[in-house]
C-alpha cells in the first residue's frame, strides 16, 4: 500500500534560516505527490504537487520539493524561512483504488524563532 | 477565487447522537472526497464521489454514510456518534481532469460529548 514517513515530529529554525522537511514515500509506481501545510484549526493548503516531469518543482510562499525517485524521497525547502510560516506541514501521496484519494504522513510542526 | 464550502464550521452533538456535514465544492469541481482528521493526527481518507458515484472508501465506519447530490454537494452522515467520533472534517474537491489535486475546505469541527 502507498504510504509516506515525514521522519521528523518537529522541527525549529532560526527566522532567515533555510528549511528542508523530508518525506520518504512508499509506492509501486510513479506517485502523484503533495505537499499542504495547515495553521492550527484551519484547513490544508496545497504548497506544491509532482506528478512527473522536471523533478524539481516550485510550490506558492516560496518553497520548492525536489523529486527524487532513488531514495523514494519528496522533501519540501525554503532557503529563508519566515515567522508566517510556523505550522504543520503534510506530504501526501495519491492512493486509493482511484489513485487519487491522499495517504497523509503525520506532519511536521515547524516553529520559527527570531 | 471560489473555495470550498463546509457547513456548519462547528458542530457539538451528545453520544448516540446523528450530525450531517454538509460540503459544497468548487464551481464545476466534480469530485469530493471526505477526510477526518483526530486531534494531532494526519488527515484520514473517508471516501469519495465523482459525477454522483462513490469512487473510493478508505477507513469510514459503517455508521457513516455519505452521498453526491445533483448540483455535487456532498453530505456525510454520521450515526450513533462516539467521543472518538470527535475530529475536523475536512472536504476537498477536484475538477475534470485534474483530479490529481485536491482543494480544501476549512473543515467542519464535530466534538461529541
Known amino acids: 500500500a502507498q504510504s509516506v514517513t515525514q521522519p521528523d515530529i518537529h522541527i525549529t529554525v532560526s527566522e532567515g534560516a533555510s528549511l528542508e522537511l523530508r518525506c520518504n514515500y512508499s509506492?509501486?509506481?510513479?506517485?502523484?505527490l503533495f505537499w499542504y501545510v495547515q495553521s492550527p484549526g484551519q484547513g490544508l493548503q496545497l504548497l506544491l504537487k509532482?506528478?512527473?516531469?522536471?523533478?524539481l518543482v516550485q510550490g506558492i510562499k516560496g518553497f520548492e520539493a525536489e523529486f527524487k525517485r532513488s531514495q523514494s524521497s519528496f522533501n519540501l525547502r525554503k532557503p529563508s524561512v519566515h515567522w508566517s510560516d510556523a505550522a504543520e506541514y503534510f506530504c501526501?501521496?495519491?492512493?486509493?483504488?482511484?489513485?487519487?484519494?491522499?495517504?497523509f504522513g503525520k506532519g511536521t510542526s515547524l516553529l520559527v524563532t527570531p | 477565487a471560489a473555495g470550498v464550502i463546509q457547513s456548519p464550521r462547528h458542530l457539538i452533538k451528545e453520544k448516540r447522537e446523528t450530525a450531517t456535514l454538509k460540503c459544497y465544492p468548487i464551481?464545476?469541481?466534480?469530485?469530493v472526497y471526505w477526510y477526518q482528521q483526530g486531534p494531532g493526527q494526519d488527515p484520514q481518507f473517508l471516501i469519495s464521489?465523482?459525477?454522483?458515484?462513490?469512487?473510493d472508501k478508505g477507513s469510514i465506519p459503517d455508521r457513516f454514510s455519505a452521498q453526491q447530490f445533483s448540483d455535487y454537494h456532498s453530505e456525510l452522515n454520521m450515526s450513533s456518534l462516539e467521543l472518538g467520533d470527535s475530529a475536523l472534517y475536512f472536504c476537498?474537491?477536484?475538477?475534470?481532469?485534474?483530479?490529481?489535486?485536491?482543494?480544501f475546505g476549512p473543515g467542519t469541527r464535530l466534538t461529541v460529548l
Open positions: 464551481p464545476r469541481h466534480d469530485t
Open positions: 509506492y509501486g509506481a510513479t506517485p502523484y
Open positions: 501526501a501521496v495519491g492512493a486509493g483504488d482511484s489513485g487519487y484519494a491522499l495517504n
Open positions: 509532482y506528478f512527473s516531469g522536471d523533478t
Open positions: 476537498a474537491s477536484s475538477s475534470p481532469g485534474l483530479t490529481d489535486t485536491q482543494y
Open positions: 464521489f465523482y459525477e454522483k458515484m462513490q469512487s
